[in-house]
């Protein structure tokens, strides 16, 4: 089978290229080793606001939550809102079938449970080992340790954060108009713990220094007295590795790009990388066609113009793996500027200058608060 593109991994980054391609006439194929896509999870699937700028995605899938509180170590909280601003969790596993089913619609061809074994440049091609296929352009979207990157000698993610996360069938326990932020040195030390209301769960996490083990056991009982988790049950699990030391320096060789996390493009600060992953997910796959198709220039040197190289937030990266005492951390998350600054981070922008007791107050008036669907009543549905 000849293609001209194969890309590597059905994730965000490697579907939204897919459909792209796919949408441009190009004859595509996505190789993933999992069963279907959105199986073993590794990813919190949580969504910024501007992630919907880059893909419309089905309400059906997603929950709102307008607003953010960060807890300081001693547990003290502030309220962080912005005027038409959210969040979204989702149903993520559903949300990747929902768009590989998008990419085979546009013409992609997606091969389940084929791992990708290797490959090499033959000519003008690149052909794969253990499967009888070539493609002019080879894309790797597989993840923190991509294997094309090793099979091809590009550059390999070397700084993580080691996440873990549930999800706890246990309804609204946590007020549902914010995502539930922690920072605290010793629980989360280099990033944060969070609990965030899903559509059918709590999702409960936190993530750590790479060398650092998270330790959830801890973390709920920290805050058994804000949600009472003893009233809920884990219904989920997933983990994984999340790149952040910033976009990597060498992400193509002729016939061959990384996308997504494979190319680092996650943010250093705040581990977020899903609306990088679909915003130049399709930017490669949009280059490589031009290329193809209009011998434009080289999809790698109009991507790397594009990706931005988070040099603050690497700075603040710096910082953070330093894990401040919480002592420290009680200090700054009370001083007055710590709001802005938050603001900063979480809205990428100021916050707007509102009455937020009455902004929280139409958010408390709007916000549903019967408890989502068990997991047993969405499969009864």
């Known amino acids: ?208 220094r790479h060398g650092d083990k998270p330790d959830l056991s801890a973390f709920l009982a920290r805050t058994e007295p804000l949600f009472g988790w003893s009233r809920t049950r884990i219904v989920g699990r997933r983990s994984g590795l999340i790149p952040c030391g910033g976009p990597l320096k060498n992400i193509a060789a002729p016939g061959v790009l990384l996308v997504g996390d494979a190319a680092g493009w996650v943010s250093p600060m705040t581990g977020g990388g899903i609306r990088l992953a679909l915003r130049y997910g399709r930017r490669a796959a949009a280059f490589i066609a031009d290329h193809l198709k209009g011998c434009g220039p080289a999809p790698e040197v109009l991507l790397t113009r594009e990706v931005p190289r988070f040099l603050t937030k690497r700075m603040l990266r710096f910082m953070l793996d330093r894990a401040p005492p919480n002592v420290l951390l009680n200090l700054a998350l009370a001083a007055p500027p710590a709001r802005r600054i938050a603001e900063h981070i979480y809205f990428h922008r100021r916050g707007a200058d509102v009455d937020r007791d009455l902004y929280l107050r139409l958010l408390d008036a709007e916000t549903p608060r019967q408890p989502p669907l068990r997991l047993a009543e969405k499969r009864e549905q």
């Not at 090499?120 to 990157?149: K, P, Q």
């Not at 309804?171 to 713990?193: E, K, M, N």
């Open 1 to 208: 089978m000849n293609f001209d593109v194969v890309i590597v991994g059905a994730s965000f980054a490697g579907l939204a290229a897919a459909r792209t391609a796919a949408s441009r006439g190009l004859s595509v194929a996505v190789l993933d080793s999992k069963r279907e896509p959105g199986a073993r999870l590794r990813t919190t699937g949580i969504l910024v606001r501007e992630t919907l700028d880059e893909i419309d995605i089905p309400h059906r899938l997603t929950r709102r939550v307008p607003g953010a509180r960060l807890y300081a170590p001693n547990l003290r909280s502030i309220d962080l809102v912005s005027p038409g601003y959210a969040f979204f969790t989702t149903r993520t596993a559903e949300l990747l079938r929902w768009m590989a089913q998008q990419a085979k619609e546009a013409g992609a061809l997606l091969l389940v449970s084929t791992p990708f074994r290797g490959a090499w440049r033959e000519g003008g091609v690149i052909r794969l080992a253990d499967i009888d296929i070539t493609a002019r352009f080879l894309i790797g979207a597989d993840g923190a340790r991509s294997h094309v990157a090793r099979a091809f000698g590009l550059s390999e993610n070397r700084h993580f954060l080691t996440g873990l996360e549930v999800e706890l069938d246990g309804g609204d326990t946590a007020d549902p108009r914010f995502l539930h932020c922690f920072v605290d040195s010793r629980l989360a030390p280099g990033y944060i713990a969070w609990a965030a209301p899903g559509p059918d769960t709590i999702q409960l996490g936190l993530a750590v």
